[in-house]
């Protein structure tokens, strides 16, 4: 089996703009996101996907490996979809975010090991919520999943939801669980989702992972220890720096 790390990396963002190639104490952030790939264990490959020439040309000056993309893709999904066609003989891919610097290399081999030890749905990983504060917030994705661990739900609402029981002591009655967006998938599987049309819950929740649940696509949860910062703002940017930095 054959692994690829895809990343990919566009410049637009509304909330920070050209936020993958900002400088992160002495680095473009998106380094730090490919030499965190790099540790990551049986995997043959990582690459940055883009349509940013100026991505592209600050990821071949630090020494990796980058790749064009079309600009027409309106999801990163989309953009790995198109590199798996561009790389046939690969059977899995990985996709790790362009703006989380301090993600845990460990973090990402659960994904990997999930398709070595035989797994054959989409994958995806979960972290346990601890503040209310995260509950309640239409920014952070929550999930429900079943026994098996396979996905149920995703929501920018807090579920499952509890009648007749406060706000305040939902989660002293029941554990939540807030999404992490990485996901792998093999080959076949990234093919067919990158062809399927917008379906109604994705665009009501506005979570493109709902149009592969409406389609009957597993989803395989699997929860994470050390998810790290996410930079989505300037605020995140300079709180990941001061930790990098051990501020």
């Known amino acids: 089996m054959k692994t690829c790390i895809v990343i990919p990396a566009r410049l637009s963002s509304s909330r920070l703009p050209r936020k993958v190639i900002l400088p992160l104490a002495g680095k473009p952030m998106v380094q730090w996101v490919y030499e965190a790939a790099l540790k990551v264990k049986k995997v043959n490959k990582v690459l940055v996907a883009t349509d940013s020439e100026e991505v592209f040309d600050t990821v071949i000056q630090f020494g990796g490996e980058a790749i064009m993309t079309?600009?027409?893709?309106?999801?990163?999904?989309?953009?790995?979809?198109?590199?798996?066609?561009?790389?046939?003989?690969?059977?899995?891919?990985?996709?790790?975010?362009?703006?989380?610097?301090?993600?845990?290399?460990?973090?990402?081999?659960?994904?990997?090991d999930y398709y070595l030890q035989g797994g054959t749905s989409i994958s995806t990983l979960y972290e346990k919520i601890s503040d209310e504060n995260q509950l309640f917030d239409f920014n952070v994705v929550k999930?429900?999943?079943?026994?098996?661990?396979?996905?149920?739900?995703?929501?920018?609402?807090a579920i499952p939801a509890q009648r007749d029981v406060a706000f305040k002591d939902w989660m002293k009655k029941n554990h939540y669980w807030r999404h992490i967006g990485l996901y792998g998938f093999h080959r076949n599987t990234l093919q067919q989702i990158c062809q399927l049309q917008q379906s109604t819950l994705e665009q009501l929740e506005v979570l493109e992972q709902l149009r592969w649940l409406e389609n009957g696509y597993d989803i395989h949860a699997i929860e994470c220890q050390n998810h790290g910062i996410g930079v989505d703002t300037q605020e995140d940017l300079e709180r990941a720096e001061k930790r990098i930095l051990g501020l």
């Open 143 to 157: 999930l429900v999943f079943n026994k098996m661990g396979k996905v149920l739900y995703f929501s920018r609402s």
């Open 70 to 112: 079309s600009a027409e893709h309106v999801s990163g999904t989309d953009r790995i979809g198109e590199v798996a066609q561009k790389m046939p003989d690969y059977d899995v891919f990985i996709n790790m975010q362009g703006d989380e610097p301090m993600i845990d290399p460990k973090t990402v081999q659960q994904l990997v």
